[in-house]
Structure formats: C-alpha cells, structure tokens
C-alpha cells in the first residue's frame, strides 16, 4: 500500500517522485491533493509545449 505522507503538498512537485497505485490503496487527504495538483500541472506543461510547437511548425 501506498503510504506517503508529504509535509507540506505544492502545485510544484514532480510527478515523477509520485509511486503508482495499486488496487487497494488507499489516500490520506493531503497525499490525494498533492497528486491532484501534480496531475494538473503536469497537464498544463503538456498543454505549454503543444502549444510552443504548433506556434513554432506554423511559422515554418
């Protein structure tokens, strides 16, 4: 089981120090939040550069 327990969760954490779950797992609230919030900003930075490389195939 997953149990990790961050001190203090930010939208800026890497996502690549977060372990997948497994089935079973279960979260303690700031653990589900810091998760959350680093799906989302992994999801904007996607966003960011689909977006830088469409500007930069557009202007070729």
Partial sequence: MVNTSPQHPTPTDSTSDIP??????RLI??????????????????????LTRNRLSAGN
């Fill in 29 to 50: 609230r700031p653990e589900f939040e810091r998760r959350y919030n680093a799906l989302w900003t992994r999801r904007a930075r996607c966003i960011r550069v689909n």
């Fill in 20 to 25: 997948p779950l497994e089935s079973g797992d």
